[in-house]
């Protein structure tokens, strides 16, 4: 049964900093590795998909690798800024005629002004 | 172009009745995937569908239920509500067939609903 973990579970930076977030999933054969963020009450927001046959994706300050073998994935956050403050969660869809997603339990970030 | 939406956004009901929510996908989406959220157990699967069928079911009673139509849109219902089914209600949506590629998903704001 794939299982995915999130760490920390918390984390707060002051704002104008790098940082890193962690995802590791139990099953290697995954299809491909979504990262989301939350802010709170409200619904997620894909950041990146990283397909199975992709290392890593970009988007603006976001960089997302995937290492499949050793069952990691880490979100970097360049330049950190207040309005990144939000619960960031990582998916993996397992493979086979589905699309489910199976969660991490998530990182809440807090970027102080 | 026009986002995952979802109708109610929020509802109060008490123990015993039935809701039914909403889900629009995206236009020319035709996957829709419905996940419970929780603070005790973070965003669980409970179905999916593709057209008009469900392709994937959650580890959920059979008091969770669903449904596609022919332009996509989804319904989820839950009777005899129970206080544990208080959660954010997400539904996400997709362009393709269930697992045939790798795209990405979007999801709504969410229905919150509260049983009292």
């Known amino acids: 049964k794939q299982e995915v973990t999130q760490i920390p579970a918390a984390l707060s930076v002051p704002e104008g900093e790098n940082l890193v977030l962690n995802c590791s999933f139990t099953d290697s054969a995954i299809y491909n590795l979504q990262w989301f963020r939350q802010d709170p009450g409200k619904g997620l927001t894909s950041l990146l998909l990283i397909q199975s046959s992709q290392r890593e994706q970009t988007s603006g300050r976001l960089n997302a690798s995937l290492d499949k073998s050793s069952g990691r994935s880490t979100l970097y956050i360049a330049a950190s800024q207040p309005g990144d403050s939000a619960t960031y969660l990582c998916?993996?869809?397992?493979?086979?005629?589905?699309?489910?997603?199976?969660f991490g339990t998530g990182t809440l970030l807090a970027v102080q002004p | 172009k026009a986002g995952v939406t979802q109708t109610p956004r929020y509802l109060i009901k008490t123990r015993g009745q039935q809701v039914t929510l909403s889900c629009s996908p995206i236009?020319?989406?035709?996957?829709v995937s419905w996940y419970q959220q929780t603070p005790g157990q973070g965003l669980q699967f409970l179905f999916e569908y593709f057209s008009e069928t469900q392709r994937n079911k959650g580890n959920f009673p059979g008091r969770f239920s669903g449904r596609q139509f022919s332009n996509s849109r989804s319904e989820m219902n839950v009777s005899t509500l129970e206080l544990g089914d208080s959660a954010l209600y997400l539904c996400?949506?997709?362009?393709?067939?269930?697992?045939?590629?790798?795209?990405?998903?979007?999801f709504g704001p969410g229905t919150r609903l509260l049983v009292l």
């Open positions: 236009s020319g989406h035709r996957s």
């Open positions: 998916a993996v869809v397992g493979g086979g005629a589905t699309n489910k997603l199976i």
């Open positions: 996400a949506s997709s362009r393709g067939e269930p697992g045939r590629y790798q795209e990405t998903q979007y």
